[in-house]
């Protein structure tokens, strides 16, 4: 059961054939049997999930399901808040903090009926790309315990790739939804900003961190999205008009539509089976009928370098109200100012304080022209370039991820080779665009490839036509090993 | 040749609005209240939780601008001014940087004779941080033994007014502050009562040889809690820079702290050593939009100002002096002002009364009595029609501000309504003349001081309520 896609198993909680509670347990064993190995979670909260299980059992006995996620156990990465649930944004300084609110997001899935099991691992405060830097251990590929997840929301893909729960939900600031889901084997998508609201999501850099799902199809994905995209009066950077219905062009395939390549996302640096992968992609997607050709967009070029001007700045003072002031870890000193500094200096891990410092120094007098304004200024060229393109091709492809999955400690020590996983990815977020990763095959080493869908703004509609053509002509349906039911 | 040295001095001014909810949040905007109670994960910089801008706010920064003659941005922008300090829960201010709401505007300050424009430079829209309450030794940081917060202020809205530097003395920076309260209080923006802190005014203040036009090094003065500590304080500073710089010592750039009971300021630290806020644009808010015809909306309904309503005083033939005090008066007084003349008082003689003797009446009582403008109506035709001295009205009005009666009672009861009857004064005047003929032979004869005696006489018959001037009319037709 645990295997079940979410479809499935929604079709069968409606039809009496399986109860919300039976469907929990099944996917709280195939946790109980994956997590000394992965670590995809840092909370599982049995009680709730019980409970809140149970209500959904009394809801379908009466015919009366709060909506299509009715008994559908979920998780949600640990950088959402949750009512009286450890929230700890993989942070020793947020260690025991217990949210006194739910995330809009989190609201959103309880009113659609979903069962909440747990908070995933991540980096810490989203800030990496393996979920080496969670302060409590990192989470594990389930196609291989030696390789990373990616990341940051790597616990919520893994937890998604071996059945801990039937879909989940991640944040996503330069890739971290769509980056861990091609690693793990899952589908990955990051909404257009403002699609889903950001209220309760803990910051990490407030004009590129959006939400989005991990399931293991394109339709699941869509059922996550519907459940909870929507304009939000709390977040005043959510959209207020209509959410693109994609649901009713899913399977119109892709004849006709305009793919574009882009020239930039790919050659040196990317591993040879990733790119002949996706090359085969391109290959089906014309053979159905898609116009494809190759784009060039050179800003792309020097995104990674703007990405990280931005993404710090915004994160340094983000992160300030972290001061052992009002909540979460406080290490005493003599004077408040001594209190604030010991507490973040152990509170935070090292690619946090460094991405603070960098974002301190970026937006520091006599440095902020050369710095965070010139990266403010390329974004804007970014967005145009993209809207330039978006004008030739109706959706743009690419590897999610120039390498697969790598091994645990092998970029460590090297922070600029990590920042390189997210080359393919950060593009849509400092453009705000939808992107989806949806995987495509297994390379020699049996590790998953993921296929990247972009589209303008709003443009989700021919995104998911998109990626549901991938998803067919790619047939994958393999499953990690773990995954397999005892 | 000793130097005469100018004062430079800018004055910033932070308001309360007093809007129902917080700028960012829906918690409520009270003063007071128990500690901690009204707040929510918003104005408590909870992790997750994200600003909304409160639209009525927003609409009473322009009405502010407007009644200062600024432009008001088409487009402005929220910004993060970054500092930690433990009373402010994110560790950085929502507030403007390079394009407030409202700029280049002006308020017109009258001292003495001499009305000046003092310039303002912007007014922007900003959150409140929460209050520190320290505990021990005085309430002094440094010498805190523990410190409370209070997070209930926290997010309330505050307009921060900048003026140019533009004022030239203590006086004149005590009746820029006081204008511009009386301005922001009138727009009912705010209940901007300065010993509640919901306006606070901080100056800068430097001094440079008259007729230089170089700035000296300017000190920020704060803790001013009360118009007269402002104007004390910057005299205050004024003579200690003249006083430095006569001594052939330097002014240092700092922040300096009224003490009101030593009547001096002392040196404070700042909030952060260095003052690098490293301000961008709030990602978590949207430009601010103001369309001209939302502008125009709003201008239409600004109630009349204090400068159009001079204009409009002098016109109906107030005094200058009389007129200006009156514009600026409490709007009760202005009320009855108004009541009064539209009743059919003489503008002139109304304004007299209400900016004279009510305004001073109802400080001296010290009790929220007022004398609505139907009664001082009356009060005024009794005085005109002569049945009330200009002395026996004073006493009268008092009298009708502590009893809440009207004038006609009060003056009866107090026994001051003068005789004004001609013919019961032509008797009182028979008798007199009958029984002081030498008097009369010596007038006659051209010693005129003798009429003082005669009136007196005749006013000492009546009991003193015979009207003096019609006395002394009928005594001159008699003997003349």
């Known amino acids: ?486 | 040749m000793t130097t005469v040295w100018e004062p430079v001095i800018g004055i910033e001014v932070h308001v309360e609005l007093s809007t129902q909810s917080k700028m960012f949040c829906g918690c409520e905007v009270t003063f007071g209240g128990e500690a901690n109670t009204k707040v929510c994960p918003t104005c408590l910089g909870l992790p997750g939780a994200l600003p909304v801008a409160n639209s009525v706010a927003m609409d009473w920064i322009v009405r502010i601008g407007l009644a200062l003659q600024c432009q008001v941005s088409e487009r402005s922008v929220f910004h993060r001014k970054n500092y930690f300090y433990a009373d402010l829960p994110k560790n950085y201010q929502v507030s403007q940087f390079d394009l407030p709401v409202c700029r280049n505007g002006w308020l017109d300050v009258t001292v003495g004779d001499e009305t000046r424009r003092i310039g303002i430079e912007r007014a922007h829209m900003e959150e409140d941080t929460g209050k520190s309450l320290h505990q021990g030794n005085g309430g002094r940081i440094h010498t805190a033994t523990s410190t409370l917060l209070d997070f209930n202020r926290s997010g309330v809205p505050l307009v921060e007014i900048v003026s140019r530097p533009d004022l030239r003395s203590a006086t004149e920076a005590r009746a820029y502050a006081q204008d511009l309260r009386n301005l922001v209080a009138e727009l009912g923006v705010s209940d901007a009562r300065m010993e509640a802190g919901s306006i606070r005014f901080d100056a800068n203040v430097s001094v440079r040889p008259v007729g230089t036009e170089a700035l000296g090094t300017k000190v920020e003065i704060k803790n001013m809690n009360s118009f007269r500590s402002l104007e004390r304080a910057i005299a205050s500073e004024i003579d200690r820079q003249v006083a430095l710089l006569e001594g052939g010592q330097k002014v240092r750039q700092e922040t300096r702290h009224w003490d009101e009971g030593a009547g001096a300021t002392h040196s404070m630290r700042s909030k952060e050593e260095s003052s690098d806020y490293r301000y961008f644009a709030e990602p978590d808010l949207l430009p601010l939009v103001f369309a001209a015809d939302q502008v125009e909306a709003l201008r239409a309904g600004l109630p009349e100002l204090p400068a159009e309503r001079r204009s409009r005083l002098e016109g109906l033939g107030v005094a200058p002096h009389t007129a200006r005090a009156l514009a600026q008066a409490e709007p009760e007084l202005r009320r009855t002002f108004e009541e009064a003349v539209a009743l059919g008082a003489p503008p002139a003689a109304a304004a007299n009364w209400v900016a004279g003797e009510l305004t001073a009446a109802t400080r001296r009582l010290e009790t929220p009595a007022m004398v609505d403008g139907r009664s001082l109506f009356r009060l005024i035709e009794m005085t005109e029609d002569g049945r009330l001295s200009s002395s026996a009205a004073k006493e009268v009005l008092v009298e009708m501000l502590r009893s809440g009666d009207e004038a006609e009672a009060v003056a009866t009861r107090l026994d001051l309504i003068q005789i004004s009857d001609t013919s019961a004064l032509e008797a009182a005047v028979s008798e007199v003349l009958d029984s002081q003929l030498e008097a009369v032979e010596r007038y006659r004869s051209g010693e005129q001081k003798v009429l003082g005696f005669l009136v007196g006489l005749v006013m000492k018959s009546t009991g003193g309520k015979a009207d003096p001037k019609l006395v002394n009319q009928i005594l001159r037709q008699r003997l003349g």
Not at chain 1, 147 to 169: E, K, M, Y
């Open chain 1, 1 to 486: 059961m645990a295997d079940l896609t979410i479809e499935a198993a929604g079709s069968a909680l409606a039809k009496g054939e399986l109860s919300a509670t039976e469907l929990l347990e099944s996917v709280l064993t195939r946790a109980s049997l994956t997590e000394a190995d992965l670590h995809s979670f840092l909370t599982i909260d049995h009680e709730g999930a019980m409970a809140a299980a149970t209500g959904s059992d009394e809801r379908l006995r009466r015919g009366e399901p709060r909506g299509l996620l009715e008994g559908i156990p979920l998780a949600v990465k640990d950088n959402f808040c949750t009512r009286h649930l450890e929230t700890t944004c993989g942070s020793q300084i947020l260690a025991g903090y217990l949210p006194p609110y739910d995330a809009t997001a989190v609201a959103r899935l309880r009113d659609a009926g979903a069962v909440l099991v747990g908070k995933t691992n991540c980096d810490e405060f989203a800030m990496g790309s393996s979920t080496e830097n969670s302060a409590f251990g990192p989470t594990r590929n389930p196609w291989n315990p030696e390789r990373v997840p990616g990341g940051s929301s790597g616990g919520s893909a893994a937890a998604v790739a071996v059945g801990s729960v039937l879909g989940a939900f991640g944040s996503d600031t330069g890739g971290s939804i769509r980056q861990p889901a091609a690693l793990c084997g899952v589908v990955g998508f990051k909404p257009t900003y403002g699609l889903i609201s950001r209220y309760g999501l803990v910051a990490f850099a407030s004009s590129l961190d959006q939400i989005g799902p991990f399931a293991r199809t394109v339709a699941d994905a869509v059922t996550l999205f519907e459940a909870v995209a929507g304009y939000d009066p709390l977040d005043a950077t959510s959209y207020q008009g209509l959410v693109p219905n994609v649901r009713p062009t899913l399977g119109e395939g892709v004849s006709g539509l305009r793919v574009g390549i882009v020239r930039e996302l790919g050659g040196e640096g990317y591993d040879a089976e990733v790119a002949a992968a996706t090359s085969a992609m391109v290959d089906k997607l014309a053979d159905e009928g898609a116009k494809v050709s190759e784009v060039s967009l050179p800003s792309f070029e020097v995104a990674l370098s703007v990405y990280y001007l931005i993404a710090p700045a915004e994160c340094s003072a983000n992160l300030a109200r972290f001061d052992g002031v009002r909540y979460g870890l406080r290490v005493p000193g003599e004077t408040v100012e001594e209190m604030m500094a010991r507490t973040r200096a152990e509170g935070f891990g090292p690619e946090v304080t460094r991405r603070i410092l960098l974002g301190t120094y970026a937006l520091s007098a006599g440095y902020y022209d050369a710095f965070y304004g010139k990266a403010q200024k390329v974004r804007s060229l970014l967005i145009a370039e993209m809207a330039t393109v978006f004008e030739q091709a109706d959706v743009l492809v690419s590897p999610t991820s120039p390498t697969t999955a790598f091994e645990l400690g092998a970029k460590t020590q090297d922070p600029l080779a990590m920042y390189l996983s997210d080359v393919c990815t950060i593009p849509a977020n400092l453009a705000g665009t939808p992107a989806i990763s949806v995987p495509i095959g297994l390379d020699s080493g049996g590790l998953p490839i993921g296929f990247q869908v972009m589209a303008p703004a709003l443009g989700e509609k021919v995104m998911f036509q998109t990626a549901a053509a991938v998803e067919a002509l790619a047939d994958f349906d393999a499953r990690p090993a773990m995954a397999v039911s005892p």
